[in-house]
Nanobody, 126 residues
């Protein structure tokens, strides 16, 4: 069982920066590919970024490419999402998710995930 706890959300102005963290319990964090999702009111949940087990391969949805960076520290059981140049349309609840993978370089771009966090609110004011 893996528990995921997000932190770092908040209110920021357009153009600002936030860094989200997702801390995982357990000693097997490095066996999970990780991802960040977001869901805005009235919209479907969207995969924002995915990261391989070793942190060497990443995926970004088009709307955040060049602005967001996903990273992980396996020694700290934590995955991060650095969000720069934030826009009002980035406003959403952001959640992290974990998927067990046997491949070091598997990058999640969708599909099933094994564990989810409860989410953290990000609000970008105009």
């Amino acid at each position: 069982q893996v528990q995921l706890v997000e932190s770092g959300g908040g209110l920021v102005q357009t153009g600002g920066t936030l860094r989200l963290s997702c801390a995982a319990s357990g000693r097997t964090f490095s066996t999970y590919a990780m991802a960040w999702f977001r869901q805005a009111p009235g919209k479907d949940r969207e995969l924002v970024a995915g990261l391989s087990r070793n942190g060497g391969s990443a995926y970004y949805t088009v709307s955040v490419k060049g602005r967001f960076t996903i990273s992980r520290d396996n020694a700290k059981n934590t995955v991060y999402l650095l969000m720069n140049s934030l826009k009002p349309e980035d406003t959403a609840v952001y959640s992290c998710a974990a998927r067990y993978s046997q491949l070091l370089t598997d990058v999640p771009t969708g599909g099933r995930f094994d564990y989810w966090g409860q989410g953290t609110q990000v609000t970008v004011s105009s």
